[in-house]
């Protein structure tokens, strides 16, 4: 079975600073991961995903993710915070790519972003 | 808007009661799942549905069930519901959502269940 640990509940970097958001999964066979973004009373949106092709990953909104097997992680970055990404991240795991077997979510980051 | 629409988007029923939450996929999208979110368990999946039939099962317990119709909307039926049901229920589709496909799968914007 796959699980994924999201270290920090709550993250709080100044308005410009960067951002970086930690993911690091268990899995036993290779996995497909994701990083999603929810805003308050909204549903989840798609940052960006890992398929097994670069392991540098490039997103919406200025995010991308690397992933790293030796260290089973796939952190979340950005060069300079902006006001309008605070809201709740979120980093899923698949084994089958999201299909057949649903998503494995971590616990959720609260990002702050300070002004 | 992620073409993924959900009704109701509030409901707040009584223990013991059943409800029928509602999905509508994507257009062109055949895979629905069903998501729960709580304080305490954060997000589960619950169950996928492909093109009406069942194709994947998480932590769904006996009490709820779930169904995909021809036209590929879907139904998540809840019932002899208990205070600890009360969550938001998110709905999410893709395009084929089989095995090996890093699909993407697109959110509805939640039911949220409170149950007193």
Known sequence: AQSVTQLGSHVSVSEGALVLLRCNYSSSVPPYLFWYVQY????????????????????????????????TSFHLTKPSAHMSDAAEYFCAVSTTGGGADGLTFGKGTHLIIQP | DSGVTQTPKHLITATGQRVTLRCSPRSGDLSVYWY??????????????????????????ERFS???????????????????????????????????????????????LTVL
């Open chain 2, 36 to 61: 729960q979110q709580s304080l305490d368990q954060g997000l589960q999946f619950l169950i996928q549905y492909y093109n009406g039939e069942e194709r994947a099962k998480g932590n769904i317990l």
């Open chain 2, 66 to 112: 779930a169904q995909q119709f021809p036209d590929l909307h879907s139904e998540l039926n809840l019932s002899s519901l208990e205070l600890g049901d009360s969550a938001l229920y998110f709905c999410a589709s893709s395009v084929e959502g089989g095995r090996g496909w890093a699909d993407t799968q697109y959110f509805g914007p939640g039911t949220r």
């Open chain 1, 40 to 71: 308050p009373n909204q549903g989840l949106q798609l940052l960006l995903k890992y398929t097994s092709a670069a392991t540098l990953v490039k997103g919406i909104n200025g995010f991308e993710a690397e992933f790293k097997k030796s260290e």
